[in-house]
């Protein structure tokens, strides 16, 4: 029996997207959010669905010079014909530290044990846990409070989030932007394997604002040269 695949189809006449006329029915009715998530779970989305996987993408897309943006940047600066491989550069960077912390963030809630635990845990193997701390936001996360006070207004706020105040309050540090990411996207219904989609599509889009800019208003070689500069050079003494 062959593999199957259930998201898309292309005929002569048509491109059929889960079992959808994509040009007689999905476009011009549904919008880009809309259509990310019918591609993703295999659904249109309810509007509260809608609506928080539009904020939860505009809350991680865009954080400065963070190093998913400075490697696309030098890059390109290096190959200044690649757009694709600086985008690529920028996503192979999202990893449990920067941006890919959501997904670990999931699996934390998802697994329903007391929040002493999890930080006992955690301090015991001498990690962080993922979801709080962050270099520049303190004592708060400015985006990860107004996930939180939407998710309570429009009256989404379930287990996760209640579980993510609850190691909140265990831990006494910032909540970052991951956690509330993770912890509404479960309270709506999303698995958790599917969180990482999130940051990984909001931050392609910053990318390519990015790199639209450095072909303006290079600075990829200005920051290749700060990074030397930063780092001292000492002769290997095996040599």
Known sequence: MKPLSRIAQAHPDRVEVRGRDLAGDLMGRLTFTEYF????????????????????????????????????????????TSLQGAVAAGILGAGPVVLGT??????????????????????????????????????????AERILMLADERGVSGEHVARARALHAELGLTMNVSMPIAAVMLDLGFPPAAVKAVPILGRTASLLAHLAEERDAPVGFALARAAEEAVDYEPDARA
């Open 102 to 143: 959501s997904e670990e963030c999931a699996r934390l809630l998802a697994e329903g044990a007391e929040p002493a635990e999890i930080v006992r845990r955690y301090r015991d193997a001498g990690e962080r846990v993922p979801g709080f701390g962050h270099p520049v936001h303190k004592p708060v996360d400015p985006r």
């Open 37 to 80: 998530h019918l591609l993703l779970t295999g659904e249109e989305p309810t509007e509260e669905q809608r609506f928080f996987l539009d904020l939860l993408l505009v809350s991680i897309a865009e954080h400065g010079m963070m190093p998913t943006n400075v490697a696309a940047r030098m890059t390109l600066a290096a190959d200044p």
